[in-house]
């Protein structure tokens, strides 16, 4: 089985771009990802690219085509749609043909528009990725349910909005140098409990942002990056991918998320890793629950037992496992089609150790991503190794 | 390479079901796959799913997980959305994983909920497939896209209002006796030419209808099909996908369609097959000329060449080369993220010999299936065979 190499990575800055649509966002980050590569767009045998709101922000769909076009990249192109989870699906699918032996080099990748739309129309388009039925008709938006995760999580575990709050605090300490960010003002935990209430226990600083943004790689077989001599250290050594009820209610616990376990232990298992392996986490931070959530499921801590994470340093900049790094969705922002691949981009950098935050692991040799849609429903999990 | 075995398909009736959403029907065409393939839902590894407009006919995203659900499937699943060529692209994908030896058994298929939306707000979310900026803003729809390139190669080539009529004529024909269509009245020439114009050249008979429905195949290794005495004698052998401008205006010509002409050249050379190999094949006849286009772009006939084929009886049910045995698109009908997986389904019937047409290929043994997204922005081609 071919091994992926991350030839090249790119991003745009994330945050807001009223300007610039999806494919001038794209353009950005693709034209990027093929300079860092050093592969020409004419190389590219397939393009997976991961949208979620054209159809509310641009009224577009069939956004394949207009990747491809965008990255001057002639070849087939296909956009996969997971909610906030879609350019991680993408990065997987990208994967997925070069180990089926279709494409020796594939361009991956997301853009979402978020900001031109007011907040209630991006909240409903939002909604599209809860279940329209059982969610969406009767109210229920993504701060909503995810609070009733955090609720859920409290009553079951224990853990408090202090707890939650130290997730804010080192998300933007994180962003604080990272010059892709869109929120780069250090806070602490008073400025989060402060903050007014978006849907109890969460205040604005639980909250990822609404953003624009793009992110991009280029992913090549062994066999390509030897012929063209490329300097591509690190690999994409395991991938797993998982998928629970798309309703909350259809679910057995609201404080687990089996189709993120699914997914991590797939992708463990393809790498042959553990989780005491890892040395640095980008995960799904959308809300500071979710990170909590991203942790248990990832097999860092035991269920109940991540919540305190943060708040005991042990998931900072100097902690042992230091997790979103690169400031996560909370301060990084969350353009949602752009999302997943941005966490593989970010930690890319963070492994080969020309990051911004690399100082803090300079020995890393294993990374993990951890990207969701709507409320877990989907979940793809990737590990990254340096491999020389 | 694993070779995809079909070890079954299910497809809903097309047409009207107005108080059916796009998770029954996948339910229902997905259940059906999996009782033909006599494969239980909990062996499904993964799951692609095609869905085009259900953002603008439910307001739902997100509809991987919804479809496994359905389906009865607890394994990861993924929408794709390529336009028309949504579950065309899935079934590519689902092969994908297959090959890549990700997965020994995978339901590929989609779905598409159109007839609860006016004929306006279909043709708006219709129009999402085509550019928003270039094309749809300034009012282009599908039906006047098509028109341009039917009225370009009347230009370039010659050929009438009464060449095309007679495709609309074979395919109402071919359904007459296929109770899954939507349109089983025979029609003949002058109906066509006397219908209401909707876009010259093109009467109400030259387009397809606004479609619900679903369709599903289980596609397994050989391996497992061999482990678990499957009777699955059609297998994919060649898959190919092709990608162009989005806009019209970007191209070279309106008269060819060079992303399924390299989608053609990917699959019959994967399958190691010729055109001349062919015995019926099943193409995207979204209007009148979309299926002579088609004809031209899989090599059976020179460019300016296939108008006059369904006149002169040579893509006929008696003819040398049968062509949408099923209806096709214009009269089995058109759901436009179920259409893909549909032409799968119809096709493995013909092949296997248990399709109402099968009379028509009684010894065929090699069958082509041309799928494509808007203006044939997207393409994708399968090749399947009777390997026994």
Avoid at 6 to 20: C, K, L, Q, S, Y
Avoid at 119 to 124: F, G, H, S
Avoid at 143 to 151: E, I, R, T
Avoid at 284 to 308: K, R
Wanted: with cysteine; hydrophobic share 45%.
């Amino acid at each position: 089985m071919t091994r992926a190499r991350i030839a090249g990575v790119g991003m745009t800055p994330f945050g807001g771009h009223e300007d610039r649509t999806v494919r001038d966002l794209f353009a950005a980050a693709a034209r990027e990802a093929l300079a860092d590569a050093g592969v020409p767009g004419g190389a590219v045998e397939e393009v997976t690219f991961g949208n979620f709101m054209g159809e509310f922000s641009e009224g577009q769909g069939h956004t394949g085509p207009l990747a491809a076009e965008a990255a001057g990249v002639p070849a087939p192109s296909t956009r996969v749609e997971s909610a906030c989870a879609s350019s991680g699906v993408a990065v997987r699918q990208g994967l997925t043909l070069l180990r089926a032996g279709e494409a020796d080099v594939v361009l991956v990748g997301g853009a979402e528009r978020m900001t031109n739309l007011s907040t209630t129309d991006a909240t409903e388009a939002l909604a599209a990725a809860a279940d329209a039925v059982w969610e969406a008709r009767p109210g229920v938006t993504f701060p909503g349910a995810y609070s009733l995760m955090a609720n859920a999580y409290f009553e079951a575990y224990g853990g408090t909005r202090e707890d939650l709050a130290h997730v804010a605090v080192k998300n933007h300490a994180n962003a604080v140098g990272n010059d892709l960010a869109q929120f780069r003002t250090p806070i602490d935990v008073d400025d989060v409990l402060g903050a007014p209430t978006v849907s109890s226990p969460f205040g604005l600083y639980d909250c990822s942002p609404i953003s624009d943004g793009a992110s991009a790689a280029v992913l090549v077989s062994e066999s390509y990056a030897a012929d063209h001599g490329l300097d591509a250290p690190v690999a994409i050594t395991g991938t797993g991918q998982g998928t629970d009820s798309l309703a909350l209610g259809a679910r057995e616990s609201l404080t687990r998320t089996p189709a993120a376990e699914a997914a991590a232990d797939a992708a463990y298992a393809d790498a042959d890793v553990y989780p005491a392996d890892v040395d640095v986490a980008e995960v799904h931070d959308c809300f500071t629950i979710a990170e909590v959530l991203a942790l248990e499921a990832l097999g860092f801590y035991e269920p109940g037992e991540a919540v305190s994470a943060a708040r005991e340093g042990e998931t900072t900049r100097d902690g042992d496992l230091p997790v979103n790094l690169s400031g996560g969705l909370k301060a990084k922002g969350h353009p949602v089609g752009a999302t997943g691949c941005a966490q593989i981009s970010e930690l890319t950098k963070l492994l080969r150790g020309d990051h911004v935050n690399g100082d803090a692991v300079p020995n890393a040799e294993v990374g993990v991503t951890h990207n969701a849609g709507g409320t877990v429903a989907s979940a793809v999990v990737h590990v990254l190794e340096v491999v020389g």
